[in-house]
Nanobody, 114 residues
Framework: QVQLVESGGGLVQPGGSLKLSCRAS????????MAWYRQAPGKERDLVASLTVGDTTNYADSVKGRFTISRDNVRTLYLQMNGLKPEDTAVYYC?????????WGKGILVTVSS
């Protein structure tokens, strides 16, 4: 059973930065695709950024130029978030595609507020 555990969330002021981490129970290169999604209160869960095993990245228009998805060579996926805005406030979820099976972390809250 693949496990994904997010960390690095919290409260940050507008314009600030946070770096989220997703620790996987498998080597990240075993996954076809990994991603970060987010869900704001009362809204659907949306894709923030994704990364394929071939290093192709994809970003939501709302975060392009501010967020960067990356991974290390072992078990961690990252999301560097700069220039944070109040509308970035949400629970952020780590996602992994392993074969034909998808896995989700439990999520971590990011709050952008002064």
């Amino acid at each position: 059973q693949v496990q994904l555990v997010e960390s690095g969330g919290g409260l940050v002021q507008p314009g600030g930065s946070l770096k989220l981490s997703c620790r996987a129970s498998e080597n990240v290169f075993n996954f076809n695709r990994m991603a970060w999604y987010r869900q704001a209160p009362g809204k659907e869960r949306d894709l923030v950024a994704s990364l394929t095993v071939g290093d192709t990245t994809n970003y939501a228009d709302s975060v392009k130029g501010r967020f960067t998805i990356s991974r290390d060579n072992v078990r961690t996926l990252y999301l560097q978030m700069n220039g944070l805005k109040p509308e970035d406030t949400a629970v952020y979820y780590c996602y992994a595609l392993f074969g034909v099976t998808t896995y989700w972390g439990k999520g971590i809250l990011v709050t952008v507020s002064s």
